[in-house]
């Protein structure tokens, strides 16, 4: 969940929690339906690991929230996540077609 | 990195919690009107729309309660919760907190104050860096006629071993006795201790004032009397002022110069012990006669670092092997001659205590952790009793979603906290009692005084214990409360009976312990009776002793001036008005000094037959009558026994039988302690001499003045109080000869307890272990019936109405408790008397299984605990049967 956060804000830029849950709708064309609060555990081990930076903000409509954006080391992070996961979606791949 | 980042950010939460919460408040709140909005945009009500939002967010709380599990350390925030709801759960019942707390702090505060000694003189290391490396110099004697050790040695010695630089990189040696120090006109007591030259450097002291002994000091005999003092010493007697340097002080009659001060908190060879001034070796002749080359007196105690690089076996071998050729280096005449030298580990100090109080202190260790369980067991049962009325608590707080390792966590913070608050108390307890212990073992002594404080150790074990003592005792109920919780409603039959049986049987273990701690305490009681009520072949209610000397003891007193003095001294003390009988001896008896001789018999055919080493006392006129020993046969020493007229000697009942089995001793001669054919002119009865628990003695008594002796020990029978006769004797020796001292004035009663020491703290200590295991077996007893009528309200009321008598209920009750302690009672006999045989050795005249003591334990505890069974068990009498059976 971590890396898919960090990867939404990557792309999409700054958002709020609500914008990520419901990117995250969208992208998954509802396959993930999840209630929206499990997200902030999410959120907060990203910030507390410096990759993400939350701060207030105003909405298009005026409504006040937290907006997360990616910072500089979010970035490597990322970049260093996703060559891992793809190793291991990788190696998790080839031993499921071994199998069957 | 960024894990550490994370940790830094979750400790800084667990002070900002406030902050965290509002701002996640404030996210969720901002969160949900997003999504209302959205909804609302959808064409939705506000209010379906608010809804809406809700459904789609999901459980608010179990949002937070995630989030809060990310942000910080949940365990630690939670334990936090857990001491504020365990304090707010224990302070609803003060009562059983109470019990607890009391139980625990008897029970851990013991234990503390055991440990105290047992970490002071047992565990703890000299504050050397290399303490390891400290060994304690001994030596094994082997002669013809036997073998034995020693500790002390001459001087010539310690200069030949500080010459074996292949084993040792140092030796020191000392001596230490208590002086007189002279400052104005009060003579003060203080602990003197002669030292050699490098003895400071070899505990890398350094002065806190001027400058401390060293190698030059000790270098040529008599040549610098200078010595150092104490910081105690400096701030007690010289106000702390620094002209103290330089300045001479009088130290039993020799006049020395204070060079420096020790800084405060010394530690010498010893960590029990400590002197108030020390001296160079060399200053030995102006105190004591004879100078320190003497190769016949035994006096010094060593202490040697080994040589960098060399291990103790290593050390050992060569020094075994060095021996001869130290040996071959000494004196011809000297004492100890033939002596191997060895070596002992003294990384934890100078051997004065260890070897007698190891096994004293251990046995007590063992009693008090055997208190400490029969708390635990108390500690247990009121848990159990109250995780019991909890138990619907327990149920609504599973029932609502607490995890069972919470709540089992929950309990076990509450007995912590029960447990640290006993440990706390435990604590004031403990040094309280150390305190008095100390006091109680040091009271009368007369050379050595044991000094032992507590220190981070003892905190430390204090705090274990309690840790420790909360699991144990925690454990179980609160698994039991964590477990029992799944069914709500009634309370199991099954259930309550398993409950009672663990109850009980906890119980039991209490009772059988409290047999083992009691036991104890009977036979040490019954030993310590015996010694005080020991025939000591004298009388010693109301007797003084006092010994009275030239202040200067190097000073070379004529025997006849020295007479003239002392006799002139007598006669004025038995004027005074509180003084019945008085005499002079040398040495005083139950000191500790002690002079033997060798005993030649002529018998009528000229045969001689010699007895080695027979005890003797210088006796002066009226000894035996201010003593109260019987005169057998013959008559006593007289005044006409002067030192020109014939030679006198009086026996004891022991050695007249030994010497002349069947025959009359009076008239016969000896030659012996210094006299030439002496005459027997008398028979006294048996007594004892340096110990109470000595046997049957031969001994003899020469006439003091026939002994050119020049100082004594007065031995005085008086009326009323000692202290004021103390005085007066003060007063009387400073007009009649000012230049003698009085020191070590004790009365017979306090010489005696002095002996009996260790006897006294022993029974002191098992009879408070022993009373204290069975106040808690007890109070266990008590609870289990107390309970147990508290349960059975609705049977006995049911009983009573179908028409049981209230003895007949009482008897219910008390049968139970009753069942229990004679199973206790049964269990823990030949357990005690097991246990009892490892104190055998300590005891005087008592043996572990003689009845009449494990009589009066199983008397002693079953009366008890019958009491404690009855307290509650009347209770259930005073139920009334009408409302017993409304109330359920």
Known sequence: ?100 | MSRWRRFLAKLSNLFRRERAEKDLAREVAAHLALLEDEYRRRGMSPEEALYAAKRAYGSIEQAKELHRDERSFPWLEQSWQDVRHAWRSLSKSPGFVAVALLSLAFGIGVNTAIFTLVNGILLKQLPLPDAGRIVQLEGRVETPDRTFETSRFNFPVIRELRRQEMVFQDVIAFWARSAILEIGNEPVRVDLELVTGSYFSFFGTQPALGRLLNEDDDAVEGANPVCVISYEAWQTYFGGDPKVIEQAITIDGAMLRVVGVVPRGFVGPELQRSADVWAPTAIKSSILPGGRELAGMIWLAALARLKPGISFEEAAARLQAASPVIEAALPDERANKASVYQIRDASKGYDSWRKTLRDPLLILMGAVLLVLLVACANLTNLLLARMNDRRQEFAIKLALGISRWRLLRQLLVESLLVALAGGAAALLISVALTRLLLALFNAGSRYRTLEVAPDSTVFLYTLGTCVVTALIAGLFPAWQASRAGVHLGPRTMTHSRRQSYVRRSLVLVQVTLAVVLLFGAVLFAHSLGNLKTVDLGFDMDQVLTVEVGHRNRARKVEPEAAALVLDQLLARVRQLPSVERAAFSNPAILTGGMIASSFVITNTSGETTTLNNVHYLDAGVGYFSTLNMPLLQGRDFLETDRPGSPPVVIVNQQLASQAWPGENPIGKRVDGMGLKSAEVIGVVGNSKYTNVREDTKPIAFRAFAQSKTTWGALQIRFRGAPQPLERDIQTLVKSVAPNYQISHAATMEILRDSLIAQDRLLTFLSSLFGFLGTALALVGVYGMISYSVTRRTHEIGVRMSVGAQRGQVLWLFVRDAFMLLLFGVLLGTPLAVTLARLLEAMLYEVTASDPANISITVALLLLSGILAAYLPGRRATRVNPVQALRCD
């Open chain 1, 1 to 100: 969940l971590d890396l898919i956060v960090l990867r939404t804000l990557a792309t999409m830029g700054p958002q709020h929690a609500y914008g990520i849950a419901t990117r995250l709708q969208q992208v998954s064309e509802d396959l993930l339906r999840l209630n929206q609060g499990t997200l902030y555990p999410a959120l907060v081990r990203l910030e507390q690991q410096g990759w993400i930076k939350g701060a207030w903000g105003k909405t298009e409509n005026g409504r006040e929230a937290r907006f997360y954006a990616v910072t500089r080391k979010g970035e490597g992070a990322l970049q260093a996540e996703t060559q891992r996961w793809r190793q291991i979606s990788g190696f998790i791949e080839k031993l499921l077609w071994e199998d069957s």
